[in-house]
């Protein structure tokens, strides 16, 4: 059996699921050696796997992305041990003085990448070997096929010409690759390529194992039985819980303790208001989405059963709609309780105001291992109840993390939650961007909604309520229609203000140049076919409708407010004006609508901020990370654990 190790960063200064303590990576190297197992470089181990000659106990050492910590960290014990190593470097931040992305979470200084001298005095020794993991360590299944080959080809040729030596091992970020990708790296001329969940002796999708904080030394162990290469050879094992399960029933594991511990996947509630289609509903849907590949994930909604509800079924989560019609309905509360205690939960994961609230302080009645919960506005509700206001503060107590969407979101947890910065995590919302994708979808608009297909269409995704800017928006809608007469508005959502809006939109003379298309639960097929999407709020988070457009490559005219400038370049990827001033926001539509090319612009370096930096697989990754966390520090006590 042989076994090749995923590391990313060997760090005391750290304590995220990404990192492993320097006496716990010393630890695991010692365990292998003592235990006789053969460190082997990697070009020598995938050539061994590749020609089904590797032995019985042989292994290589990796790491991702090039953490500086590589070099300070872990390059010491590696040549104390005689132990080889190959590091895939992100190369556009090798020798860049910034963070990696994914670390926003992390104090700057345990973030930073390698400098190019470091990578340099590694490679003359020649214990460690350099192989790619692209440019900037973007999905590379959901960018184009340019950009995709530039990133593989081009990173390549940048390492070659800064190590002088041929470049030979490529690493999958995000552990995706498909056919095409998979052919792209071997015209490249690689000729090892790495993935974690990866099966089978193939070169260009060699396995890993990967090793994190979380791992202590009886699963480090249980890795490296036999059961450990059953993980890459037995299909439909996802991970070392299916591993797990699949010993147990043979009834042969050599490690029946670690084999038990293993078998039981993490149990998770998210706990929701309602399941309506809304920003923070579409951000759940993709988090449970991509989290049940780590955690049996069920769902909780506090009022009866919402149109997201089949699509959570169909993505595999259990839905249990509570029926509570208020704080005071005792049997509702009753039935969430039971859920959480006969669930089993491990952690629950509550989302908005008054699930956060009534979710929270069951999960900690219930004694459940660890909550969190997620803000996703800035508590702009707060001036309108004092007594809201002071409940939420008290129940955020209970929780031993708060993700906050932003930094502005952050920054108002902190000052205004009461919410130590300590328990403050930044996990900003993501976006699937093979859903939300450019697409022509002017052929679907008129067939649906009328629209004509080459009418200016401005769309509006929002819930009609008052903190959306409604009130805003069509006043300065009924300025576009004077310079463009064929322009028309598409608002898509519905609320409370319903009525009102219509009725605003008759007397702005506005009915035959507006569609309220109401709730939609195929919002990707509209967004693609609209000129520019509008957002009035007089507060926001990190708008999910925003992140929907940047990702369909339209561009975007929003309101300066909360979390939007964060997501938002104004200039770039669209246009910010300053809340309820319909005359700037009209200005603003009116300059993309009557120049296509400058929008064409701004919808592509959209789309690309959006692979970049808000993709849906880096929040479920950053999410899973936290879970995993809390769970082994055992819930309430890694409070003590400072991000």
Request: proline share 5%; hydrophobic share 45%; with cysteine.
């Amino acid at each position: 059996m042989s076994l090749i190790l995923e590391y990313h960063s060997v760090s005391d200064a750290r304590r995220d699921a990404l990192s492993v303590g320097s006496a716990a990576f010393e630890a695991q190297m010692s365990d292998l050696l003592a235990r006789g197992w053969k460190p082997l470089p990697l070009a020598d181990l995938a050539a061994r796997i590749g020609a089904g000659r590797d032995g019985a106990r042989e292994f290589s050492v990796t790491f991702d992305d090039g953490y500086r910590d590589n070099h300070d960290v872990a390059w010491p014990i590696l040549r104390r041990l005689g132990v080889p190593a190959t590091i895939f470097l992100a190369v556009d931040y090798v020798g860049a003085d910034r963070a990696f992305p994914w670390d926003d979470h992390v104090r700057i200084g345990a973030s930073r990448a390698l400098t190019w001298e470091m990578v340099g005095a590694m490679a003359a020794e020649g214990l460690v070997s350099f192989g790619s993991h692209t440019n900037s360590h973007p999905d590379l299944t959901a960018i184009d096929e340019d950009a995709a080959r530039e990133e593989i080809r081009g990173s390549r040729t940048r390492l070659e010409e800064r190590l002088g030596a041929p470049v030979t091992a490529f690493c999958y970020p995000h552990s995706r690759a498909n056919a095409r990708v998979k052919e792209m790296v071997r015209a490249a001329g690689y000729t090892i390529a790495l993935r974690s969940g990866a099966r089978g002796r193939d070169p260009l999708d060699l396995p890993r194992v990967g090793v994190y904080r979380h791992t202590g030394s009886r699963e480090f162990r249980f890795k490296l039985t036999r059961l450990g290469r059953a993980l890459r050879e037995q299909p439909g094992l996802r991970g070392i819980g299916d591993l797990g399960r699949a010993a147990l029933r043979r009834g042969d594991s050599p490690d029946a303790p670690a084999a038990k511990e293993a078998a039981r996947r993490p149990r998770v509630l998210q706990v929701l208001t309602c399941l309506e289609p809304g920003g923070a509903e579409a951000m759940v849907l993709d988090l449970s989405r991509g989290l049940a590949r780590h955690a049996d994930v069920s769902v909780a909604c506090l009022k009866g059963e919402g149109a997201l509800a089949p699509a959570f079924r169909r993505a595999g989560n259990p839905v249990h709609a509570l029926g509570i019609e208020g704080v005071r309905h005792a049997a509702g509360l009753w039935r969430l309780l039971d859920l959480i205690r006969s669930g089993r939960f491990d952690l629950v994961h509550t989302h908005l105001l008054h699930a956060g609230i009534v979710g929270r302080a069951l999960a900690r009645l219930a004694r459940v291992r660890a909550i969190v919960h997620t803000q996703h506005n800035t508590l702009h509700w707060e001036t309108d109840s004092l007594l809201l206001a002071r409940v939420n503060r008290a129940t955020l107590r209970f929780a031993d993390r708060v993700i906050a969407v932003g930094e502005t979101v952050a920054d108002r947890v902190a000052r205004h939650g009461g919410v130590p910065q300590g328990r403050i995590v930044t996990i900003r919302n993501g976006v699937d961007t093979n859903r939300f994708r450019p697409a022509d979808a002017r052929g679907f608009l008129a067939e649906a909604f009328g629209v004509p297909p080459d009418a200016p269409l401005v769309g509006a995704v929002a819930g009609l309520r008052p903190v959306k800017g409604h009130d805003v928006l069509l006043p300065a809608m009924q300025e576009v229609v004077r310079v463009l007469p064929a322009a028309r508005l598409l608002l898509v959502g519905d609320g409370p203000l319903r009525g009102a809006i219509e009725e605003e939109i008759a007397a702005r003379g506005l009915s035959d140049r507006t569609i309220l298309a109401g709730t939609r639960t195929d919002v990707e097929a509209i967004v693609p076919g609209c000129d520019v999407i509008a957002l009035s709020s007089r507060e926001e988070g990190v708008p999910v409708s925003v992140l929907e457009a940047m990702a369909c490559a339209v561009p975007v005219v929003a309101t300066r407010v909360g979390g939007t400038p964060e997501v938002v370049a104004d200039g770039r990827t669209g246009l910010l004006v300053p809340p309820g001033d319909p005359d700037a926001l009209a200005g603003a539509l009116i300059r993309l609508l009557r120049s296509p090319e400058e929008a064409r612009v701004m919808g592509k370096e959209g789309r690309e901020a959006a692979l970049e930096r808000f993709s849906t697989e880096a929040m479920v990754a950053r999410t899973w990370a936290l879970y995993e966390t809390l769970l082994a520090g055992r819930g309430r006590r890694a409070r003590r654990v400072r991000d």
